[in-house]
């Protein structure tokens, strides 16, 4: 029986704590933050850091109203400074949902688009935009809901998502 290089073995094991650590320090830094909406939001639906990533129903899913202006927008503030390496985006098979942005901030003025994507209409789906070879530092975290398939629960102009979630890693205390 061959056992191999015990260097390799060594190097193996050190290179897999590595990732192990690095994944455990990652955590969905969105789960129960307050987060604020440039639309009214729909009576009870207000499950978009809540962890719920299954539900198409009022409280586990997020709901815009019906007002049919665009682009609508909602921003998660995360407390503090973070290195965000990925954001995930739960579409809603309620339909409606279509083109989102990802967007971060570290002040909540100055906002980088990170990703611009079109959900098939009527199809629960996940978006995971993962950056983890280029992490960025923010606070907030814009989701732009620009536009509406039309012919969804809630009129045309309602815009459903399961939760968003941000992962990475505090970067310090309270700005």
């Known amino acids: 029986m061959k056992?191999?290089?015990?260097?390799?073995?060594?190097?193996?094991?050190a290179v897999t704590l590595l990732a192990a650590s690095v994944g455990l320090a990652q955590q969905n830094l969105a789960l129960n933050q307050p987060f604020t909406c440039?639309?009214?939001?729909?009576?009870?639906?207000?499950?978009?850091?809540?962890?719920?990533?299954?539900?198409?129903?009022?409280?586990g899913c997020f709901a815009t109203s019906n007002d049919p202006g665009f682009p609508k927008y909602t921003i998660i503030d995360l407390q503090i400074p973070c290195m965000i390496s990925r954001i995930a985006v739960y579409s809603s098979a309620n339909g409606n949902t279509r083109e989102v942005t990802i967007a971060v901030s570290a002040d909540g003025e100055n906002y980088e688009v990170l990703r611009d994507y079109i959900f098939p209409g009527g199809k629960a789906m996940t978006l995971n935009h993962n950056f983890a070879a280029r992490p960025r530092?923010?606070?907030?975290?814009?989701?732009?809901?620009?536009?509406?398939?039309?012919?969804?629960?809630?009129?045309?102009?309602?815009i459903f998502l399961r939760e968003v979630e941000v992962y990475g890693a505090p970067t310090g205390g309270r700005p």
Not at 38 to 59: A, Q
Not at 146 to 155: A, C, M, T
């Open 137 to 158: 530092r923010a606070q907030f975290v814009r989701i732009g809901l620009l536009n509406s398939w039309g012919g969804g629960l809630g009129g045309d102009d309602c």
């Open 38 to 59: 440039s639309s009214n939001i729909l009576s009870g639906w207000t499950g978009l850091v809540d962890g719920v990533k299954d539900s198409d129903s009022g409280p």
């Open 3 to 13: 056992l191999g290089n015990p260097l390799r073995a060594a190097s193996l094991a």
